[in-house]
């Protein structure tokens, strides 16, 4: 099949508006799969995936069709939905020319379409709008076509109206993509191979499988071919396409979207976004990815009777597949030895989140997402800090000149009955009103600015809380902006507890030492002598709760003649207060900490 048959493309759609069923009809259509067969949904891989309906890897699949006597080759690139993954998303725009723009007849245009629709814009891609769901007795096509016309001035002549479910007219999208999406014709076969990475997953059988888009040249098994990022030398094990599982091939030539096995066992030698190029020529780089930016951070430490190594070689298997997580070392002089993990958003960090206490459960601690600030120094130098406990206080405040912190563009769509509620939330957040466009279904579109922090505080189920659940949220970054954040720290008897410092706005400070302080004392109840705990934000101290002493004598109960049940209690005593982490001269134990950070 030559180069001008060829053809990349990705659908781009809001969670649930057909994306995985339109790729199930397509792959039917072209007989990759059997209409028959049960195993569905192909693309949709993973576990967690599935469960939250989203797409966290990226996917490939071909496809091979004929059209007026030629046979085209396709491959549909799938991408995570949620621009959480923006970096998975912005490699597998990448890797294509053309996108289908999915709209559901009944709901309309809606925040991820919005944000995945300027994602592909910037990248140039051409774009075929489709409605789909016209089947739905709710579908109101007309007012569809108008949103689209209106907001991403596409032509209404050009939108085809589908039906994934029935598959009705699904058989003419194909032609339309041959017609309307070019060929990658700026790859060149004649030339050295040379090939970008786009994604790289493991297998315990084969080791490392890349996926990877060939702009020049072929490779085949045999091939010697060289990273151009690590100058390591593979010599290629095999090679071919996803259809829909994999498929060797003799050999990849240049415009195809498709796997390599390079015949390694390490996966933290390939980087995606790395050019590979053949052995033995000289090339340029093709243009790289940037690294994967963590936005999110959590502190993670073993709890009471974990096993530091152990956990560090669970956590390592499971991040294997993954990546876009960062996992380095942390200590913590409350909770001991542990790890910082570092999250693309605040979507990816709450899946893994979950992942671990599901797994873990009680023998991870996990401290507060935080996402990074800047410290802007009088001198022009600007130190990022992803640790709350790293923030400096007031005291170097001379050299300092400002602090900024990371702000999203949000873009969230509802029912229009709901603007004042969601409006409030926004202020509430700290947000700042950016565009509110009414559209003519009763929805409402509304862009607004958010500091990040805001966004990782679970605003996504407080938008949902007050919409009762017919808000959805997408979101781009938008940078950092100068702002007041301060570091706020706990204090027992007058040393802080690292692995509770938080760094927050000036307004937020009030409200949340307050009940810092009061829920700590909750879980620090028993103590032997008066404790303070309190809350000092920019040196000064905020908030106090104080313990009263108390003698917890776990003798005074028993008779003095009932000696074994008296030995019993000292040793067990004696036990428990091993089990406690000195602060100051207070025992906390840590489970007090690991309650403290599920409460909030
Ligand atoms: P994705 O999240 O974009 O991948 O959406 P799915 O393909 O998983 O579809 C979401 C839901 O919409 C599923 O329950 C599908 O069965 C349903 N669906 C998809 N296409 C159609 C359609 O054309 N008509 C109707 N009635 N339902 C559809
Ligand atoms: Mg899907």
Redesign the pocket.
Known sequence: IPLKNYRNFIIV??????????SDRLLEITGVVDPEAPNK?VL?KLDVERER?ITVKAQTVSMIYHYKGEDYLFHLVDSP?HVDFRLEVSRSYASCQGALL?VDASEGVKAQTVANFYLAYSMDLKLIPVI?????DTADVPRTEEQIESMFELSRNDIIH?????GLNVKYLLPKIIENIPPPLHCRPDEPFRAQIVDSWYDSYLGVIMLINVADGSVKKGSKIVSFKTRQKYEVKEVGIMYPDRTPLPHLVAGQVAYIIPGIKDPNTVFVGDTLYEAGTSVEPLEGFEEPKPMVFVGAFPAQGTDFKKMEERLEHLFLNDRSVTLQHATSSALGQGWRLGFLGSLHASIFKERLEKEYGESLIITSPTVPYKVHYKDGREVTVSNPDDFPDSLKKTTISYFSEPYVDAFMSFPKEYVGKVMQLCTANRGEQEEIQYMSNDQVLMTYSIPTSQLIDDFFGKLKGITKGYASLDYEDAGYKPSDVYKLEILVNGESIDALSTVMHKSQIEKNSKEFVKRLKEFLRIQQFEVAIQAQANGKIVARETIRARRKDVLAKLHASDESRRKKLLVRQKEGKKLLRSIGKVKIPPQAYQSFLKAR
């Open positions: 759609a809001h969670v649930d508006h057909g994306k995985s069923t339109l949904q949709d309906g939905g999915l789909n769901k016209v089947d739905l589908v039906s994934a479910k029935s």
